[in-house]
């Protein structure tokens, strides 16, 4: 099992900016693929970003020229910089860990809220 917890989500308004974090403990195989994804009210859940450990990203086409993902290896932590923020932005975004060799095995954290203001 892996446990993946999730912060840095909130309200700001339009053009602001926030820092995703998520922390992934417990049985951690260390080559795998971190990422964020994020679903709306009436929406599918879509990726935002992935990254695997061998530092490799992936971005939506959302995401581009916006956003920036990152990671720590040593801390097992996803970090995920969101600038200029646009109300189309508001969502609950997903912390994702999935195992780079059986992606089958895939975890998901709780979901932080992010609200984007006009």
């Known amino acids: 099992q892996v446990q993946l917890v999730e912060s840095g989500g909130g309200l700001v308004q339009a053009g602001g900016s926030l820092r995703l974090s998520c922390v992934a403990s417990?049985?951690?195989?260390?080559?795998?693929?971190m990422g964020w994804y994020r679903q709306a009210p009436g929406s599918q859940r879509e990726l935002v970003a992935s990254?695997?450990?061998?530092?490799?990203?992936n971005y939506g086409d959302s995401a581009k020229g916006r956003f920036t993902i990152s990671r720590d290896n040593a801390k097992n932590t996803v970090y995920l910089q969101m600038n200029s923020l646009k109300p189309e932005d508001t969502a609950v975004y997903y912390c994702?860990?999935?195992?780079?060799?059986?992606?089958?095995?895939?975890?998901w954290g709780q979901g932080t809220q992010v609200t984007v203001s006009s």
């Open positions: 994702n860990w999935k195992n780079r060799f059986n992606t089958r095995q895939e975890y």
């Open positions: 990254i695997t450990s061998g530092f490799a990203s």
């Open positions: 417990g049985n951690i195989f260390n080559i795998n693929i």
